[in-house]
């Protein structure tokens, strides 16, 4: 079977390769691809958000079986459902489900109404009724734009000044550009976090081993938010304790009040969730795999991605076996020189022999026949150990191979 893999970062690039292990699988095509993908996979120069033209792409290529939507937008976006009402299969949450990520104030009254763990929350559409909250209420907080707002739709809150910076920012200014005034103001949570992302055919809940990515862009966790500067999984920090007590009031109940909405969750469901002093709480939802975490989870996957798909789609997850390697993964990336804020590209990239540690490329391009840099996130190195410093010492001494020209990476991946 031939597989459509819709998107072009580093996780795409995990996909792709994790499909192209499976015997099933004759040819992957992908859209917009990057120029590492390119390499296992035929790049089709498409948006992902030229919905038109994706479907057209597959009236024209009739031996392509499945199409896996990967990114947050187009599953928002309804590419699921177009995709279906086409007759064309497709991996992922339709848009109806997608929305719990997509809203951030669904996503918290799903939690609220289900008694699910997270932190207590008011949500607003009034500027004037917001201001007059964050003027009486306990700081810090964090105030949220209820869309999707590419990573950056979270400001952490410490003082009135700031809080008020924020929601004017949203709700006045429109900065994310979703034209959608609500804002989720929240307690602020302090603790660890952990990411456990899973696969669910809107019955069966099966997870994959812990992650946890580092947000910030520089060592020690300074520095502005980025998409994630790198991951390693399983967190060693997440205790069998933990996951079933997660299994049973955030991961199931999630799942199944989705359901009894109406809004069957079909796809991978990422839970974002902080280890605070009194428990375990849903920081946030992802409709989608996580972007660096996928590269080390997919990494330790034993199991045939195509046969999971197909098992989500059909329903039938509770049939199947998912093996993982007992083994750690530590993914690190390797950045344009001013990401995440404005950066160049076109700047060489120089990949020597990083010997059996992978290298998923994220925004990479060939111009005149050389790699070069295309995008803020440029590839990431994945190493496998007996343990997470093993690991993290073969990661560190594989990107030595690699060069990046302004680029940098944080050096203290799976220490913190
Ligand atoms: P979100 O998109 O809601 O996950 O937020 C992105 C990041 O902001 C999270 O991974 C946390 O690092 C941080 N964050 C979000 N909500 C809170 C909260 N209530 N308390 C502390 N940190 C938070
Ligand atoms: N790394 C977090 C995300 O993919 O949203």
């Known amino acids: 079977m031939d597989i459509f893999v ?5 996780r795409e690039h995990a996909i792709v390769h994790a499909l192209n292990q499976s015997k099933r699988v004759e040819k992957v095509y992908c859209a917009p691809s990057n120029a590492g993908i390119n390499t296992e996979a035929e790049g089709v120069p498409l948006a992902v958000s030229d919905f038109e033209g994706i479907l057209h792409f597959l009236a024209t290529h009739p031996n392509i079986g499945l199409t896996v939507v990967a990114p947050d937008n187009p599953l928002a976006d309804g590419l699921v459902n177009e995709l279906e009402a086409k007759g064309f299969r497709a991996f992922g949450p339709r848009a109806e489900a997608a929305i719990i990520e997509a809203s951030k104030k669904f996503a918290k009254q ?3 109404d289900n008694h699910i763990p997270t932190a207590a929350y008011e949500s607003f559409t009034d500027y004037g009724k917001a201001l007059a909250y964050v003027e009486s209420a306990p700081y810090p907080l964090v105030v949220k734009a209820d869309g999707l707002a590419y990573g950056k739709g979270v400001v952490i809150c410490n003082h009135f000044d700031e809080a008020a910076r924020a929601l004017d920012d949203i709700m006045r200014r429109d900065v994310f550009g979703n034209r959608n005034p609500c804002v989720v103001i929240e307690e602020f949570l302090c603790g660890r976090e952990v990411s456990v992302l899973a696969f669910t055919d809107g019955k069966t809940v099966k997870t994959m081993p812990s992650s946890q990515d580092h ?20 967190s060693p920090y997440y205790t069998k304790e933990m996951d079933a007590y997660a299994k049973e009031a955030i991961f199931l109940p999630t799942v199944q009040a989705m359901a009894a909405m109406g809004r069957k969750f079909k796809g991978v469901l990422y839970f974002g969730l902080i280890m605070c002093a009194d428990g375990l709480k849903v920081l946030e939802y992802n409709a989608r795999f996580g972007d660096p975490e996928t590269q080390a989870v997919l990494s330790l996957l034993k199991t045939d991605l195509l046969d999971i798909f197909e098992a989500v789609i059909d329903e039938r997850l509770d049939e199947i076996n998912i093996e993982w390697s007992n083994q750690t993964a530590v993914t690190v990336v390797y950045a344009s020189g001013g990401y995440p804020g404005s950066y160049a590209k076109g700047k060489a990239v120089r990949i020597a022999d990083t010997g059996d540690c992978f290298v998923y490329h994220a925004g990479t391009a060939v ?7 295309n995008g803020g996130r440029v590839l990431a190195v994945t190493a496998r150990g007996n343990n997470l410093s093993d690991a993290r010492t073969k990661a560190y001494a594989a990107i030595e ?16």
């Open 110 to 112: 799903l939690m609220k």
């Open 401 to 416: 191979h690699v060069r990046i020209e302004d680029g940098f990476y944080r050096k203290d991946i799976g220490t913190i």
């Open 367 to 373: 111009k005149d026949g050389n790699l070069v840099t």
């Open 215 to 234: 947000k910030r862009a520089y060592d020690g966790d300074k520095g502005p938010n980025t998409g994630g500067m790198g991951a390693f999984c399983p």
């Open 6 to 10: 819709i998107g072009g970062g580093g």
